[in-house]
């Protein structure tokens, strides 16, 4: 791969060249970061961004779909275009490039799963920053990057500029494009990193529709131990079907169990590493239980990777959420935002932030908008399950005024969720935009109550919502 032409780009990404067999000089990019000799990697591309890219001295435009007289301005500008049935196969590509031409010797983590893994890829990046790693990952307060369907990491790892150590990268465990199933995803992807560690968070439904049971989640998830040629696998003891793909792990690879009787486990007093403790209950920062577990596998990580223990403790103590993970934005009311947007991450979220109320909850639930009937239908009855025996007030919102069409919510998901609450006896108010939810929220509590803001997409702007409402 020392020298990569289009024509080689297009048959590893099982795709038709159309154009010249030209030299690629640049990296793999996004469209509006083009450079001169660039790749433009895009789903789909039209002649308006065929002719950005040629403008910028692009190498060429791989896509999966040239709209309007895309092909024809390409050829106008003699620009090649690789027209491809699997951008996938062009990102995992880039990532495999950018890492063997930028950052070949280094260490390398990827964390996947289906609930946990942005937490516990930034963790363990502030461990390894704070062991003295140059470190990057791909995670960020929105989970951007973290799909690895765009060539953002390929760039990210190419620009980066200060001698990079260590990568820890979050593999999402399905992902889809266009009502496509893009099968392996999370084994294709890891396969392309080649990293000597992973770590396996926990089972659960999410993306309906990719996958329908727990049996199909846990197979792609798994499949990061397919062809496995590192030397640590993380393994979550307290989830039973994580457990069960000790069988699956190479035997040249080492096996660390994180949880419930095992050498990285919680206890009452806080963090142990076998009879050792490691971090007091006084100095995690968090001590919900999901933030509890990311935490062990973060720790079971460095613990694998040999890391002072005195490190680890320091990092944990002085660490800092993402974004809306269970982040508190305000007190008196207490306003706590967090991303739960599967029935996990929402039996987790609503457990913990009821333990915290000394008076009412108030809990502001986006709906999943563009995300079909099957996962709002699972939400609901999360959402109805844990707050049945609560002092709560249940308000929904369609976040119209806040998202953009791939996320507005349809009337059958609106109408799913509250079909639940009402065979389920809960009442429930429902405001189209996320503004009139969240003046609800705070016209309605007192003090010493605690409003709970939940949902992905359509919950995002909350705290930007909430200081214009503030300054009103």
């Not at 062809?227 to 040249?252: A, R, T």
Request: glycine letters at 6%.
């Amino acid at each position: 791969m020392n020298r990569l032409t289009t024509a080689y780009l297009a048959k590893k990404s099982e795709g038709q060249l159309i154009g010249a067999d030209e030299t690629i000089n640049g990296i793999f990019n996004i469209l509006k970061d083009t450079g001169n000799g660039d790749v433009v990697v895009r789903h789909w591309i039209d002649e308006t961004g065929v002719k950005m890219a040629a403008s910028r001295g692009a190498s060429c435009v791989v896509t999966q779909d040239a709209r309007g007289n895309a092909l024809e301005v390409a050829k106008k500008n003699g620009l090649p275009l690789i027209l491809t049935e699997k951008i996938e196969l062009t990102n995992a590509f880039a990532i495999k490039w950018a890492i063997n031409k930028f950052a070949p010797n280094t260490l390398r983590v990827v964390v996947t799963g289906t609930n946990g893994k942005s937490t516990t890829t930034h963790m363990i990046y502030k461990i390894l920053s704070e062991a003295g790693y140059i470190t990057h990952t791909n995670t960020d307060s929105e989970s951007e990057f973290n799909t690895l369907i765009d060539p953002m990491v390929a760039k990210q790892i190419a620009e980066f500029r200060d001698g990079l150590e260590a990568l820890v990268l979050e593999v999402s465990e399905v992902q889809g494009w266009d009502d496509r199933n893009m099968e392996d995803h999370a084994h294709f992807m890891t396969r392309a990193i080649r990293p000597q560690v992973v770590v396996l968070t926990n089972v659960a439904l999410d993306h309906i529709g990719l996958v329908n049971s727990l049996a199909e989640a846990s197979k792609e998830i798994s499949g990061v131990l397919n062809g496995f040629e590192g030397q640590h696998v993380i393994l979550n003891h307290d989830d039973p079907l994580i457990l069960e793909m000790e069988k699956l792990v190479p035997v040249s690879a080492m096996v660390t169990f994180y949880g419930s009787g095992t050498e990285v486990e919680f206890a009452e007093e806080g963090i142990f590493h076998g009879s050792k403790l490691l971090i007091p209950l006084d100095d995690l920062p968090f001590k919900s239980p999901h933030f509890i577990q990311n935490t062990l596998a973060a720790i079971g990580t460095a613990i694998a990777l040999k890391i002072d223990p005195e490190i680890i403790r320091t990092a944990v103590k002085s660490y800092q959420p993402l974004k809306r993970r269970f982040t508190v934005l305000k007190q008196d009311p207490l306003i706590i935002d967090d991303f739960a947007h599967n029935p996990d991450g929402i039996k987790a979220t609503i457990k913990s932030a009821a333990e915290l109320a000394p008076g009412k909850l108030h809990l502001v639930c986006a709906i999943r908008g563009s995300r079909g009937n099957s996962i709002n239908l699972l939400n609901a009855h999360a959402v109805a399950d844990s707050i049945k025996n609560l002092d709560c007030d249940l308000i929904l919102t369609s976040s119209e005024d806040v998202v953009d069409d791939n996320n507005r919510v349809k009337d059958p998901e609106k109408k799913v969720f509250i079909e639940v609450m009402q065979k389920e006896g809960i009442n429930c108010i429902h405001y189209t935009t996320l503004r009139e939810a969240l003046k609800k929220a705070l016209s309605s509590s007192n003090n010493n109550d605690t409003i709970l803001l939940i949902g992905a997409q359509g919950m995002d702007p909350a705290s930007d919502v909430l200081k214009t409402i503030k300054s009103e």
